[in-house]
């Protein structure tokens, strides 16, 4: 789950981290309080759950209380990158003097949260790990041992800093981080950039968090925050309340199995052999009959859709049980399309009986169904 | 370095921790009717109950001093997964097989490091186990119907799609040596450079088909593995994912491609390089097997 980014910089503040003085605002009048209290230049930047929101005109300037009312006008229920901006962080504008880099983050490979420490803030850190290698550094925490103020310190040694001052405050930001991931299971806590003030203090000018969903039942307080299907669309937020996997895709071919791989394998055969994929539904090891026929609406209620593959290789999910929810599922959809099965494995006998019965078309493999849904919807 | 038959062979005393709930009891009695030698189970709070004849305890380590046990296969609900694992890894076990999904991934990155260190083999989280077709064993939850003993080592981050390959590998005729299913999550414990090892050095495997998806980097480092080695056995790969669109979990919590990182693409041009044949699509890899000469 993204965090916005106030949502972010409210945690890391409960951390002791310092952030530029600001507040959320949701309209232009808000936006003008908010700027009349801070009483000098302000940033206006965008609460969206996408990256790169600078680039796309999410963060504006201003110099005084008019400015940023019309900058908020302009702001406020615009699109960027295909969000709807709903409020605005409106924050002082820093003096910075220099931008680092901070982020914990997991190492997929290594198994191991690593910790990124760059001079090079402000930029892609990937960017930076191409063109100055030299000015990131990588600490991969043990997780019997941690990461604390000493690793931290060590990790930022490295950098040719003006004294000793800056080293500890930067080796206190990413000590904290290090805290603040695992106290919030967090995939992601990054500051880009770590701002250095003219003032000598070290501020989180932006700030991201991912928190990792499978670890929501720890974190209640984000479980219902409601936000959860922001950016996600109507069918997937929906299919996230019903816990099943569904991703939208651009075609016209509807596509449901059992399994993430063998649903992606039917995925790319539908591309290989011409056709598009509208979805991508994983139905999951074991599903009941409800489950089957839920995932079929869900499917279907795609506008654009002219037919459905469904690949079923029953090992603990039962092809006679798939095959009544595949039947009743269709029975509750008012706008019935085109359904190509391919069924096999646990009960399969009983379960191609019962469509053949009901009339929908069953195959053994799942190229010949593929084939078969692609000449329909070509036709 | 590790083999097939240092973690599981026909001496291995398997025990199922969770064993008392649904899919513990279902895969309890699979294993058994595979010919698993499947000798304890555990669920705290259950102990002294029996499930399709074997004996409950409430710890792992009742279990392991009344059976020898040295196997485990975890179906304890995701947040109880951690706790489960460490107490296996505690009491020594060699293998551990986890087939819980959805377990956060500081709790794997926590048992995992700690399995490293103690020498326990952790297989999963997220995974379909493992099963040894020629000595009618597994420790997993793959149906058994759609294998057959044979020549082929298979090694996949998937459940379904594997047994949709093995299938095929069936119907030709070549059987498998041994399936392994790392897992679909991002953090996972064996990964399939130990088990192209394991390959290498397994008499039973003539040739290897290596299953793959987007998301991560693992099939690029297996890549560069077989080409580094010139590793002697055949290998064909087939990358499930080529049409997934970016940013979004393809269903596996480890399938996600982010950025430019993770592509299929880039995997298959990977595995290219090395000079592993790639599927397009499930039902060529029997005939590329065919080609590389087993």
């Not at chain 1, 409020?87 to 982020?103: P, R």
């Not at chain 1, 001079?119 to 997780?143: F, H, K, Q």
């Not at chain 1, 000598?200 to 928190?211: K, Q, T």
């Not at chain 1, 099943?244 to 071919?253: E, F, N, P, Q, R």
């Amino acid at each position: 789950m993204k965090l916005f980014e106030f949502e972010a910089k409210d945690i890391l503040r409960k951390y002791g981290l310092q952030t530029p003085s600001g507040s959320i605002a949701r309209d232009p009048v808000e936006v003008e309080i908010v700027a009349k209290r801070l009483g000098k230049p302000v940033a206006l930047k965008a609460q969206v759950l996408v990256s790169g929101r600078g680039k796309s005109g999410g963060i504006q300037f201003a110099d005084d209380v008019g400015e940023a009312k019309k900058a908020a006008i302009y702001l406020i229920g615009s699109h960027i990158k295909g969000n709807v901006v709903r409020s605005l962080l409106v924050e002082e504008k820093l003096s910075i003097v220099d931008q680092y880099y901070a982020s914990i983050t997991i190492d997929r490979q290594a198994r191991r949260y690593v910790v990124l420490a760059s001079t090079n803030g402000g930029v892609d850190v990937e960017e930076t790990a191409l063109t100055s290698p030299n000015r990131i550094s990588r600490y991969w925490v043990d997780p019997a041992t941690g990461f604390n103020e000493e690793t931290a310190k060590a990790t930022v040694a490295q950098f040719s800093f003006n004294g000793d001052r800056d080293i500890t405050e930067f080796a206190s930001v990413i000590a904290t981080l290090y805290r603040v991931a695992m106290d919030y299971d967090a995939e992601l806590v990054e500051i880009n950039p770590l701002a250095k003030t003219s003032s000598g203090e070290f501020i989180a000018a932006d700030a991201r968090i991912v928190l990792d969903d499978n670890a929501l039942f720890r974190h209640p307080e984000f479980e219902d925050r409601g936000s959860a299907g922001m950016d996600d669309n109507p069918r997937e937020a929906e299919a996230k309340r019903q816990n099943l996997a569904y991703v939208d895709l651009s075609g016209d071919i509807g596509i449901i199995g059992n399994g993430a791989g063998l649903v992606m394998a039917t995925m790319d055969l539908v591309h290989l052999l011409g056709g598009r994929a509208a979805n991508f539904l994983d139905i999951g090891g074991g599903a009941q009959p409800e489950v089957v026929g839920k995932g079929l609406m869900l499917v279907m209620s795609k506008p654009g859709v002219k037919a459905v593959l469904i690949n079923i290789l029953g090992g603990i999910t039962r092809c006679d049980l798939a095959a009544r929810g595949i039947i009743g599922g269709l029975s509750e959809v008012a706008d019935e399309k085109p359904v190509a099965v391919r069924l096999m494995g646990t009960n399969d006998e009983v379960g191609r009986e019962m469509l053949r019965l009901a009339g929908i078309p069953v195959y053994p493999d799942m190229e010949t169904a593929t084939k078969k849904v692609i000449g329909w919807v070509k036709r | 370095m590790m083999s097939l038959k240092s973690i599981v062979d026909e001496s291995s005393k398997v025990m199922v921790q969770g064993i008392t709930g649904n899919e513990g009891r279902f895969h309890t009695e699979a294993m058994l009717q595979y010919g698993t030698k499947l000798v304890a189970g555990v669920t705290p709070g259950k102990g002294g109950e029996q499930v399709c004849g074997i004996p409950v305890y409430n710890t792992v380590a009742e279990a392991v001093s009344y059976h020898g046990v040295d196997t485990s296969i975890v179906f304890v609900p995701a947040r109880f997964a951690r706790g489960a694992a460490i107490e296996a890894i505690e009491a020594g076990l060699r293998m551990i097989v986890v087939i819980t999904e959805m377990i956060p991934q500081k709790d794997s990155i926590e048992f995992i490091a700690m399995a490293d260190k103690r020498g326990t083999v952790i297989i999963g989280p997220n995974t379909p186990g493992i099963i040894v077709p020629p000595k009618k064993m597994k420790v997993g939850i793959m149906p058994s119907q759609f294998f057959k003993p044979g020549v082929v080592g298979v090694v996949s981050r998937s459940g379904t799609l594997t047994y949709e390959i093995a299938l095929h590998i069936s119907n030709a005729g070549l059987g498998q040596s041994a399936c392994l299913g790392i897992g679909g999550d991002a953090i996972v414990g064996l990964d399939f450079i130990k088990v192209l090892e394991m390959f290498r050095e397994d008499e039973e495997t003539r040739s290897v088909v290596l299953i793959g998806e987007v998301g991560g980097t693992a099939e690029e480092t297996a890549a560069r593995y077989i080409s580094e080695t010139k590793y002697p056995k055949p290998v064909v790969a087939y990358i499930a994912g080529r049409s997934a669109p970016p940013e979004k979990r393809m269903g596996h919590a480890g399938a996600i491609v982010m950025g430019n990182m993770g592509t299929a693409q880039s995997k298959i041009d990977a595995f290219i390089a090395a000079g592993v044949a790639v599927a397009d699509k499930p039902s060529d890899i029997v005939k590329l097997l065919g080609t590389v000469n087993i």
